[in-house]
């Protein structure tokens, strides 16, 4: 089974840092992974996925994701944080040969952004 | 987003009373699933559907009962709610394939006294 960890609950950057959000997976197989964004009191929307295509993703809003099958991880990235990115991230997995197969999403790093 | 509306938007009830959460969707996708989202635990899935009348359970299935007697309604019942059971709903759908993007609604509160 599919699962993802992301490491450390909560980042906090100042506006122009380099943003850091860390996700590691386990799969017997290469799965797709997924990056979502929520917003205060709103749902979850897609910033990028990896499917197998380029181990390096670019995604919505300036981030950007580096598939590493050695290291089993997917950790997002943005050189320079912006106040607006400040949000709750969840890295998400999702097995290649289930079409019905639901995401399995990790416990969420919520990113804070100081002026 | 696409045309997923969740209702009602927030809901207070009683220990012990059934509640019936309602995800409507206008895309016609195939999958659709319900996820409970609670602090320090992210998304979790509850139950998902494969087609109208074609469901299974997700990791924290105890409690609740799902229904989907056509494509676009797919609906939650918790049989007794109790105090455990106040999250956040989230229904969502796929049209397809596992390397698409879920389309979410915008959530249930939901608050079990």
């Known amino acids: 089974a599919q699962s993802v960890t992301q490491l450390g609950s909560h980042v906090s950057v100042s506006e122009g840092a380099l943003v850091l959000l860390r996700c590691n997976y386990s799969s017997s197989v290469p799965p797709y992974l997924f990056w979502y964004v929520q917003y205060p009191n709103q749902g979850l929307q897609l910033l990028l996925k990896?499917?197998?295509?380029?181990?390096l993703v670019k995604g919505i809003n300036g981030f950007e994701a580096e598939f590493k099958k050695s290291e089993t991880s997917f950790h997002l990235t943005k050189p320079s944080a912006h106040m607006s990115d400040a949000a709750e991230y969840f890295c998400?997995?999702?097995?290649?040969?289930?079409?019905?197969?639901?995401?399995?999403f990790g416990k969420g790093t919520t990113l804070s952004v100081s002026s | 987003d696409a045309g997923i509306t969740q209702s009602p938007r927030h809901k207070v009830t009683e220990t012990g009373t059934p509640v019936t959460l309602r995800c409507h969707q206008t895309?016609?996708?195939?999958?659709m699933y319900w996820y409970r989202q609670d602090p320090g635990h992210g998304l979790r899935l509850i139950h998902y559907s494969y087609g109208v009348k074609d469901t299974d359970k997700g990791e924290v299935s105890d409690g609740y009962s799902v229904s989907r007697s056509k494509t676009e309604d797919f609906l939650l019942t918790l049989e007794s709610a109790t105090s455990s059971q106040t999250s956040v709903y989230f229904c969502?759908?796929?049209?397809?394939?596992?390397?698409?993007?879920?389309?979410f609604g915008s959530g249930t509160q939901l608050s079990v006294l």
């Open positions: 990896y499917t197998s295509a380029a181990t």
């Open positions: 895309e016609n996708h195939r999958y």
């Open positions: 998400a997995v999702s097995g290649r040969n289930q079409a019905g197969t639901a995401l399995i």
């Open positions: 969502a759908t796929r049209p397809g394939q596992p390397n698409e993007k879920l389309f």
